[in-house]
């Protein structure tokens, strides 16, 4: 196979994954990013309770600064992965990472909270200002669940600004590095039967936008799970409402949770890896066109590369991701050569 990330640039596109450790510890892990990917999203090495692991707040920078080394020799270009996440937080600053209904608590005073915001996006964007050009600032500001009005998380950095903290963020990150592109990433906005969600993650974008806040793009997760099903009306409506409002798009979690027994899912007990790929690359193609009909939809990510390493499996699903733990080309990563292909023919 071709490199995707090549395939994926001869339409002004770019293809690339998520990266973690495992790509300066596996080698042959490693060529396989260095064959295919344009750009990695940095998983967990910036997210809070690496950077900031202790309440003395001392940074730890050494994941970050050996991942970031590692893709500029191999002239990757890096996607900083968060800034500001009502989850994934250390203990000490809050208790819980749950989505509810045990929503948590903050374990530190309220001043010291913003004090502590404020400095890690200020610190974490300049320290890379000039190495990382694009940034997912707020991760899932959206949460149902949580019983706001707005349909906005109630948990965290909510609990410490209210709902000013996207834009807070926003801002300290522009104030950091002023020419680096600026994303809101957001998940379930290609679900079926979350339609509030869409309806209120775009509420607030224009909320940002009315107030002239530096926000350039949006990061469409795409943890697409076929128990729940996937919407083309719904996906369709709010790229296009996306388009309408001049903001890049990026495909920015892709994988695919084929099990589940409910709706267009396989069986939780399916082995037949034949029948799991050929449905995984279904979805792929039929997602794939939807999206890159866009022109403003400019990247594929898939969430980890190959796998071996994917959080899905965890979870008991299986072969969730373009290649396989042998890393090799599953029919899911043609797919993904195909939509390239077809888009720059179209």
Same mark, same amino acid.
């Given at each position: 196979?071709?490199?995707?990330?090549?395939?994926?640039?001869? %339409?002004?596109?770019?293809?690339?994954?998520?990266?973690?450790?495992?790509?300066?510890?596996? /080698?042959?892990?490693?060529?396989?990013?260095?064959?295919?990917?344009?750009?990695?999203?940095?998983?967990?090495?910036?997210?809070?309770?690496?950077?900031? /692991?202790?309440?003395?707040?001392? +940074?730890?920078?050494?994941?970050?600064?050996?991942?970031?080394?590692?893709?500029?020799?191999?002239?990757?270009?890096?996607?900083?992965?968060?800034?500001?996440?009502?989850?994934?937080?250390?203990?000490?600053?809050?208790?819980? %990472?749950?989505?509810?209904?045990?929503?948590?608590?903050?374990?530190?005073?309220?001043?010291?909270?913003?004090?502590?915001?404020?400095?890690?996006?200020?610190?974490?964007?300049?320290?890379?200002?000039?190495?990382? /050009?694009?940034?997912?600032?707020?991760?899932?500001?959206?949460? +149902?669940?949580?019983?706001? =009005?707005?349909?906005?998380?109630?948990?965290?950095?909510?609990?410490?600004?209210?709902?000013?903290?996207?834009?807070?963020?926003?801002?300290?990150?522009?104030?950091?590095?002023?020419?680096?592109?600026?994303?809101?990433?957001?998940?379930?906005?290609? $679900?079926?039967?979350?339609?509030?969600?869409?309806?209120?993650?775009?509420?607030?974008?224009?909320?940002?936008?009315?107030?002239?806040?530096?926000?350039?793009?949006?990061?469409?997760?795409?943890?697409?799970?076929?128990?729940?099903?996937?919407?083309?009306?719904?996906?369709?409506?709010?790229?296009?409402?996306?388009?309408?409002?001049?903001?890049?798009?990026?495909?920015?979690?892709?994988?695919?949770?084929?099990?589940?027994?409910?709706?267009?899912?396989? +069986?939780?007990?399916?082995?037949?890896?034949?029948?799991?790929?050929?449905?995984? =690359?279904?979805?792929?193609?039929? &997602?794939?066109?939807?999206?890159?009909?866009? +022109? %403003?939809?400019?990247?594929?990510?898939?969430?980890?590369?190959?796998?071996?390493?994917?959080?899905?499996?965890?979870?008991?699903?299986?072969? /969730?991701?373009?290649?396989?733990?042998? &890393?090799?080309?599953?029919?899911? =990563?043609?797919?993904?050569? $195909?939509?390239?292909?077809? $888009? $720059?023919?179209?």
């Amino acid at each position: 196979m071709d490199s995707l990330n090549a395939t994926a640039l001869a %339409n002004g596109m770019m293809f690339g994954a998520a990266a973690a450790t495992q790509v300066l510890t596996d /080698p042959q892990y490693a060529a396989l990013y260095q064959q295919h990917c344009g750009i990695i999203t940095t998983d967990i090495a910036l997210k809070w309770s690496t950077v900031r /692991p202790t309440a003395d707040f001392v +940074p730890n920078w050494g994941p970050a600064d050996q991942l970031i080394a590692w893709a500029e020799t191999n002239g990757i270009m890096v996607k900083g992965h968060n800034l500001a996440w009502n989850e994934y937080n250390p203990a000490w600053l809050w208790s819980s %990472n749950s989505t509810g209904p045990d929503y948590g608590v903050l374990n530190v005073a309220v001043q010291d909270a913003q004090r502590y915001f404020d400095q890690h996006v200020t610190e974490t964007v300049g320290r890379y200002a000039g190495r990382i /050009p694009v940034w997912d600032v707020v991760n899932e500001p959206i949460e +149902p669940a949580h019983g706001r =009005a707005d349909l906005m998380r109630s948990k965290t950095w909510m609990k410490v600004f209210g709902p000013d903290y996207v834009e807070r963020a926003f801002r300290r990150a522009h104030a950091a590095d002023s020419d680096a592109k600026l994303f809101m990433n957001e998940q379930v906005l290609d $679900r079926m039967g979350c339609e509030k969600n869409r309806i209120a993650f775009l509420a607030l974008v224009d909320r940002l936008l009315g107030r002239g806040v530096p926000i350039h793009g949006i990061g469409f997760e795409s943890h697409l799970t076929l128990w729940a099903g996937v919407t083309h009306e719904g996906v369709m409506w709010l790229l296009e409402e996306l388009r309408k409002r001049g903001l890049e798009v990026h495909i920015s979690e892709l994988d695919i949770a084929p099990l589940g027994g409910s709706n267009t899912a396989l +069986p939780v007990a399916t082995t037949d890896t034949t029948l799991i790929d050929t449905r995984v =690359a279904e979805t792929t193609r039929s &997602y794939l066109k939807d999206v890159l009909s866009f +022109p %403003n939809v400019k990247a594929v990510i898939t969430w980890e590369l190959a796998d071996k390493y994917s959080w899905l499996i965890a979870q008991g699903q299986k072969r /969730p991701l373009p290649f396989d733990d042998n &890393y090799q080309p599953k029919s899911m =990563a043609a797919e993904i050569e $195909r939509a390239f292909q077809n $888009r $720059r023919a179209g």
